[in-house]
């Protein structure tokens, strides 16, 4: 299946649900939003979450792309992308979870195909600050789909993330990815991949880490698109799904890369274009900065082998490809000249380090006042110095 088929698959699926689409998707958050980036499809909803009415009703759907910084050194792995698209559930007070679970089970096996014998489900075991999710547990039990309790696993937002904003427990969807038959659980064995997680909302989190009901319980669901189409489609990872078809066509045949460098220059420069098609530009701060760190990656890979390597290369059609895919209208020729000018800033700024790095002042171990100073003075960024040293 196409993953333009599995996009419209869900949202028929949905809409037949009564569940009205939300249109538009930008990467940006809404003004005073203290985020950078949208990371999750539930982030533009948190009002709605949180009661306020929302003007499409209480049943929503969307596609929505999100970009993750905080997993860029997974990047490269089987399942990890900076910019991706997540397909997206809401009830805003409507149905509960159970429902949920049972729609996605339907839309799975039925809607796309997926044998159930391949399906495993997490669900929230009960703590200290809620009980065990036995509506969950059940459902699956019924659906007779195996089902393993973890406590931290099923929070989300869950680990180290302590923003503010609403959270519950979730029941997570595991597909099988390995070659025999379904072995072990998801906690115990890798080879079970996340591919969708349906979280009943029902608190808010404050600043100091505690807790307060909800107005309403909600549910928010999220499933990772180019990791589900890659396994739908039976790839070893989502840099070989349909979407990066012509990233995989044309990028080996322009440079040499070992996979694990290719994968980096695909996600990140695919990244970048979507970055520049939201309207963002190079800076040294916020939004800019990742973007400049995304452009300045990828350069210093592509000219590790050889330094005449550069963007001005790339071939029109992925960066069209890549706007199109993601709805964007800005034309592939104000992307191109965005990349080029970062390129031609970055291509000065190494000229410049090379030779501030160059003085005898520079030659034995660096402290952290030479970084200050290469820093404040010269606009050398620690990591830029660090690979020119060992360059
Ligand atoms: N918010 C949840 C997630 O990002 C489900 O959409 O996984």
């Given at each position: 299946m196409r993953t333009e088929q599995l996009v419209s698959t869900f949202i028929d699926y949905y809409e037949e649900r009564g569940h009205r689409r939300i249109t538009g998707s930008t990467l940006l958050p809404p003004p005073g939003d203290p985020v950078l980036f949208i990371t999750a499809g539930m982030h533009p909803l948190i009002p709605y979450l949180e009661g306020r009415p929302h003007p499409l009703g209480r049943r929503l759907v969307n596609v929505q792309r999100c970009l993750r910084t905080t997993d860029l050194d997974e990047v490269g792995d089987a399942t990890h992308l900076t910019v991706f698209e997540m397909l997206g559930t809401w009830s805003l007070g409507d149905y509960e979870g159970p429902l949920s679970l049972e729609w996605g089970y339907g839309l799975l096996t039925d809607g796309l195909g997926v044998d159930p014998r391949l399906l495993h489900a997490t669900v929230h075991g009960g703590d200290e600050r809620i009980g065990p999710d036995t509506a969950s547990l059940e459902l699956w039990q019924r659906l007779g789909v195996p089902v393993e309790t973890t406590v931290d696993d099923n929070w989300w937002p869950g680990g180290a993330d302590e923003t503010p904003g609403p959270c519950g427990p979730d029941s997570e969807i595991f597909l099988?990815?390995?070659?025999?038959p379904p072995q072990s659980t998801p906690t115990r064995d890798d080879r079970w991949v996340e591919i969708w997680n349906h979280v009943t909302m029902t608190h808010r989190r404050f600043g100091d880490g505690s807790l307060a009901p909800l107005p309403q319980r909600n549910v928010d669901t999220g499933l990772g698109l180019e990791r589900l189409s890659s396994l739908l489609q039976g790839k070893p990872s989502v840099f070989e799904c349909d979407v990066f078809d012509p990233w995989r066509r044309l990028v080996p045949a322009l440079w040499d890369l070992d996979e694990p460098s290719l994968r980096l220059v695909c996600d990140h420069l695919r990244s970048a274009v979507v970055i520049v098609g939201d309207g963002v530009r190079p800076s040294n701060s916020g939004q800019g900065y990742v973007l400049r760190r995304l452009v300045r990656r990828v350069l210093t890979v592509l000219r590790?082998?050889?330094?005449?390597?550069?963007?001005?290369?790339?071939?029109?059609?992925?960066?069209?490809?890549?706007l199109d895919h993601f709805r964007q209208d800005m034309r592939p020729n104000d992307v191109f000249r965005t990349l080029r000018e970062e390129e031609q800033r970055f291509s000065r700024l190494l000229e410049r380090g090379r030779q501030v790095l160059a003085r005898p002042r520079f030659q034995g171990p660096l402290s952290e006042e030479d970084f200050h100073y290469l820093h404040d003075t010269h606009g050398l960024p620690r990591e830029l110095i660090t690979s020119l040293r060992e360059g």
């Open positions: 099988w990815s390995g070659d025999g590790r082998e050889d330094p005449s390597r550069g963007i001005e290369d790339l071939p029109e059609e992925l960066v069209r490809h890549t």
